[in-house]
């Protein structure tokens, strides 16, 4: 069973159905007991990183998430769940799970932000779980996105992914157990869903 965690932000709905739709069990939940069950997490996103902290921590879901991430349990984070993944995050000074060091910034571009629509991602990476994690996918293939900031890893070797828009940034990230897309797979259509499906074939 995957959970989907409900902390009141992201794409619940979206998420659900792009599982229903390739036959895999899951269920939406806040619940601790269901988290700590669950063979594997999906934290969705949409909104700030102040506000998706907040909510984590009123309904005490911050320290179950790092404990579950650091036994090793698969984790895909999606949008704001990418970001609050790192140390921390400019959008509110907040202070975010660090699960991951670094840092979340703003775009400093002419471009218009926040950035909305397909862009394309670039594979970087050689290993097995990356191949296999986008098979069938091209590289260069386009997800769509939503975001004005962007993440930067203090450890470079956990980028596999990177999208330009005013500069290279990460778009996907593989560390252990955790794999987390700037990207929404779940509104990317069919290359989205072959994208989840895969990553759930990985775990």
């Not at 897309?181 to 989205?192: A, L, R, V």
């Amino acid at each position: 069973m995957i959970v989907i965690i409900d902390y009141g932000l992201g794409n619940l709905g979206s998420v659900k159905n792009t599982l229903n739709k390739l036959g895999v069990d899951s269920v939406i939940s806040k619940s601790k007991n269901d988290i700590e069950k669950a063979d594997a997490l999906i934290l969705p996103g949409v909104g700030s990183a102040k506000q998706g902290m907040e909510n984590l921590k009123t309904q005490c879901l911050d320290k179950v998430l790092i404990n579950e991430i650091k036994k090793g349990k698969p984790f895909l984070g999606i949008c704001l769940g990418m970001q609050l993944l790192f140390s921390e995050s400019e959008e509110g000074n907040v202070k975010c799970l660090n699960v991951i060091n670094g840092k979340v910034k703003k775009f400093n571009s002419e471009l218009k932000v926040p950035q909305i629509g397909w862009n394309e991602v670039r594979i970087k990476s050689l290993e097995l779980r990356v191949k296999n994690l986008f098979k069938n996918v091209l590289d260069k293939s386009s997800f769509y996105f939503v975001n004005s900031f962007y993440c930067l890893p203090d450890d470079k070797s956990v980028i596999v992914g990177e999208t330009e828009y005013g500069i290279n940034y990460c778009s996907i990230l593989i560390k252990n157990n955790i794999t987390a897309t700037q990207f929404h797979p779940e509104k990317s259509g069919q290359i989205g869903q072959r994208f989840i499906k895969n990553w759930i074939k990985l775990i």
